[in-house]
């Protein structure tokens, strides 16, 4: 993580201030909401230092070929690390044919080509396991059914509980598990049985869209409350096996403090938004906002704040550049 904030900070030496960039460094090392995940080795930790990676390349005023070979290549380590990075190639495509002016398909060549080549390791690794071509893992197909689907059918059968509604779908995906003679011992009948699972979550938001367009708009709102103090509760708690830290009196009583502290992260992001036309170059203003609205996007229904951090890099960005004008402003 501390590597990938130097090659950024190089990156951006070349046309921002020594001032900004100092506040940027000191942000991105400190802000408790994205640092507190290195002292827990999950996902979000080296996910995080991946983007910030990427960001160094694409923050690259002039990229000569091999710059776009890199960028397939960490995009591609992206989404080997997490598959919310699934789609995030679109985004980046849409940026290239918007901003590149000198040989534009060359370059938006190089880029997906690269990304597929280090892809397909991973489809002929689960080929030569398996026998079975796919690249998404097996765990994205059940996402919509932990943190979705029961809440959805909750709503709208006004049933007694989450755990109510989870059993009842969890009995009817087994009941075909039944009826097909699946062994999920076997890699292809489990990956039938997750794909089931996956249909049958989408089914249930088609049918209900207004209760599930609801839901989403909540989950995504309560993911963007920062919690900087989610991994020392997770592993006072939690992680011990103890009560769980969300829903908990704790959890309960240091919302007003994540409030306050969220609330105040958002509105130096937004004045920094505002100003950064001032010191940052447009295209980068625009991949910037665009790469949060993606993650929030594709991660935010589900409703924690784990997820969200995928996000704040971007955020982050806006941020600094928020402290570098009160700075400023301080000053005159």
């Not at 097909?180 to 209900?208: F, G, P």
Request: charged share 15%.
């Amino acid at each position: 993580y501390c590597l990938a904030i130097f090659f950024l900070i190089k990156t951006l030496s070349f046309y921002l201030d020594k001032k900004l960039l100092i506040i940027l460094t000191v942000v991105l090392s400190f802000e408790p909401s994205i640092n507190q995940w290195h002292s827990s080795f999950f996902s979000a930790s080296i996910f995080t230092s991946i983007q910030i990676f990427l960001l160094s390349f694409l923050f690259k005023i002039k990229k000569n070929y091999f710059d776009y070979f890199i960028i397939g290549f960490i995009l591609a380590l992206l989404f080997a690390q997490r598959s919310a990075a699934m789609f995030y190639i679109f985004i980046l495509v849409f940026i290239f044919v918007i901003f590149i002016k000198k040989n534009k398909i060359k370059k938006i060549f190089i880029f997906p080509l690269s990304y597929l080549l280090f892809l397909s390791f991973i489809v002929y690794h689960n080929y030569n396991r398996s026998g079975l071509f796919y690249v998404t893992p097996l765990d994205q197909r059940t996402a919509l059914f932990h943190y979705f689907e029961p809440n959805i059918l909750h709503k709208a059968n006004n049933s007694k509980s989450l755990l109510f509604e989870k059993e009842r779908i969890f009995k009817k995906i087994n009941n075909w598990k039944e009826s097909k003679k699946l062994n999920l011992n076997n890699e292809r009948d489990l990956l039938a049985y997750y794909n089931e699972m996956k249909k049958n979550s989408i089914i249930s938001i088609l049918n209900h869209p207004i209760i599930s367009f609801k839901l989403a708009i909540k989950k995504t709102l309560h993911s963007g409350l920062l919690d900087p103090v989610y991994i020392f509760f997770f592993h006072k708690t939690e992680y011990k096996g103890n009560n769980s830290y969300y829903g908990s009196e704790t959890h309960r009583k240091i919302i007003k403090y994540r409030l306050f502290y969220s609330i105040l992260v958002y509105l130096i992001s937004i004045y920094g938004f505002y100003y950064s036309f001032k010191y940052i170059k447009n295209k980068f203003i625009f991949f910037s906002s665009l790469s949060y609205l993606y993650f929030l996007g594709i991660l935010g229904w589900m409703g924690w704040s784990r997820y969200y951090t995928a996000c704040i890099p971007f955020l982050l960005i806006f941020f600094s550049v928020g402290v570098y004008q009160l700075y400023l402003s301080y000053k005159k």
